[in-house]
């Protein structure tokens, strides 16, 4: 079975551009999480899909949203780009029910660089 | 509301001694808890989970955990380290139907 697939891995962005993420999860997931990891920290949530629907949104301004599409994958944007951005970005894939116990299997990230 | 303290943001140990990784959480429900590894320039590996039942978890990778209601923690233990050890590790929590938290993280580095 395929893990998390994230996409890019790496991206450089100039401040007010916007960039758009995917991630795909594991096969039989019908949900998946964004997560924030700026150097140094530990990730920070940002949005929760859940069959297409936002299930819980993090601290994070209204410049931040996301989709979720009828295959369970989603997009996480990204409008009006800040340095303060710059950040590895981490898709979660969730099992639910009551499998949603056994945790998350997070993705490789896209690390953004915002110059 | 959950909260994962983790007190030590580095920890240095020399090759094949042990090791313990402190993780204090603070919730008012029974909460699920994680340790995750995060090795340089990579995303985050479930280390090992604590549900219920047995207070000590076994993880992969020759690591162990004991969660203490009373005490509120779970830390993190590996009798033996090795160079490859050497990442960042998180202690997250989460209560059901609620988001993972995670605390700000611990440096382990292995000296030879």
């Known amino acids: 079975d395929a893990g998390v697939t994230q996409s890019p891995t790496h991206l450089i962005k100039t401040r007010g551009q916007q960039v758009t993420l995917r991630c795909s999860p594991i096969s039989g997931h019908k949900s998946v999480s964004w997560y924030q990891q700026v150097l140094g920290q530990g990730p920070q949530f940002i949005f929760q899909y859940y069959e297409k629907e936002e299930r819980g949104r993090g601290n994070f301004p209204d410049r931040f949203s996301a989709r979720q599409f009828p295959n369970y994958s989603s997009e996480l944007n990204v409008n009006a780009l800040l340095l303060g951005d710059s950040a590895l970005y981490l898709c979660?894939?969730?099992?639910?029910?009551?499998?949603?116990?056994?945790?998350?299997?997070f993705g490789s990230g896209t690390r953004l660089t915002v110059v | 509301a959950q909260s994962v303290t983790q007190l030590d943001s580095q920890v240095p140990v020399f090759e094949e001694a042990p090791v313990e990784l402190r993780c204090n959480y603070s919730s008012s429900v029974s909460v699920y808890l994680f340790w995750y590894v995060q090795y340089p320039n990579q995303g985050l590996q479930l280390l090992l989970k604590y549900l219920s039942g047995s207070t000590l978890v076994k993880g992969i990778n020759g690591f162990e955990a004991e969660f203490n209601k009373s005490q509120t923690s779970f830390h993190l233990r590996k009798p033996s380290v090795h160079i490859s050890d050497t990442a960042e590790y998180f202690c997250a929590v989460r209560a059901p139907n609620e988001k993972l938290t995670f605390g700000t993280g611990t440096r382990l580095t292995i000296i030879p």
């Open positions: 979660a894939s969730i099992p639910m029910g009551l499998a949603e116990r056994y945790g998350y299997t």
